[in-house]
C-alpha cells in the first residue's frame, strides 16, 4: 500500500497509518505472512457496513423528505449493494493498494468485484476509527452522493411507476418514452432517453440500457415537478 499516493489522491492524511493498512490487508496476505503482526480486514468491514448505511440513510432522509421510508430503503440497498460498491472502490483505484497473497495475486483477486466492495467498507471503516465520522461522512460527500444526485441508482427505483402514478391522477395526460441517440461501440453504448407528457417533452436521461435510460428520464421528470 502507497500511503503517500492514497493520501494525496483522497486529500486526506491519516493519524493511525496500521488500520488504514489493515483495510487494505486480505486475508490470504495474512495467511502468508505469519512472522509479521498483522490482521485482515474483515473486522473493519463488518465496521464499515454500519458506517455506509448510516451516512446514506441520513442523506436520504434530509435530501429527500418526501420520499416514503419503503422507497429510501429500496434507494439504499442500490447504493450499498456489492456492484454499487465495487464501483466506488474501481474509480479510487483501490485495488493498486490491496496487499494480497501470492495465490489470490495469481488468480486475479485484485480485480475480484467481491474483494473490492469488502476493501472499501473496510477502508470506510478504518476511515471512521482513524478521523471520525464527521471525515467519513465527507468521504462520502464527495465520492458516494454524488453519483445519487445524477441517478446512478435508478436501477433500484421505479421512478416510472411513480410518475404513472402521478399523471394518471388526470386522465387527459399521457406519457411517451423515446429514445433519441444511442452513443458509443456496441460493447458500451450509452443511451439517451427523452419523455414527454401530451407531447411536451418533460425530462431526459442517459443510460447503459434503454431501461435505465428511461427511468432516469422519469427522475429528471419527477425532479421538475418537484416531487
Known amino acids: 500500500m502507497d500511503r503517500k499516493k492514497l493520501e494525496q489522491m483522497l486529500q486526506i492524511e491519516f493519524q493511525n ?12 496476505y495474512v495467511n502468508e505472512h505469519r512472522d509479521i503482526n498483522t490482521s485482515d480486514n474483515e473486522r473493519l468491514e463488518f465496521l464499515g457496513d454500519a458506517v455506509l448505511e448510516l451516512g446514506v440513510s441520513q442523506y ?9 421510508e419503503g422507497e429510501m430503503t429500496k434507494l ?44 472499501f467498507e473496510a477502508f ?5 476509527l482513524d478521523k471520525g465520522f464527521d471525515t467519513a461522512l465527507h468521504f462520502l460527500e464527495k465520492h458516494v452522493f454524488p453519483k445519487i444526485d445524477t441517478g446512478a441508482f435508478s ?27 444511442e452513443k458509443g461501440p456496441s460493447h458500451n453504448k450509452e443511451f439517451v ?3 414527454r407528457i401530451n407531447d411536451k417533452v418533460l425530462g431526459s ?18 425532479d421538475q415537478l418537484g416531487v
Open 17 to 28: 497509518i496500521d488500520v488504514i493498512r489493515q483495510a487494505f490487508t486480505h486475508s490470504s
Open 60 to 68: 436520504l432522509y434530509r435530501k429527500y423528505p418526501q420520499m416514503p
Open 76 to 119: 439504499r440497498a442500490a447504493i450499498v449493494c456489492e456492484p454499487s460498491l465495487e464501483t466506488f472502490a474501481r474509480s479510487l483505484n483501490f485495488g493498486d493498494h490491496i496487499l494480497l497473497g501470492k495465490g489470490e495475486e495469481m488468480t486475479g483477486g485484485r480485480n475480484r468485484p467481491a474483494l473490492l466492495a469488502d476493501v
Open 124 to 128: 470506510l471503516g478504518a476511515l471512521y
Open 155 to 181: 436501477h433500484g427505483m421505479d421512478y416510472k411507476s411513480k410518475l404513472q402514478e402521478i399523471v394518471q391522477q388526470d386522465k387527459n395526460q399521457t406519457i411517451e418514452y423515446q429514445i433519441i441517440e
Open 193 to 195: 432517453a427523452e419523455l
Open 205 to 222: 436521461g442517459i443510460g447503459r440500457t434503454k431501461k435505465e435510460a428511461e427511468q432516469r428520464a422519469a427522475k429528471n421528470a419527477l
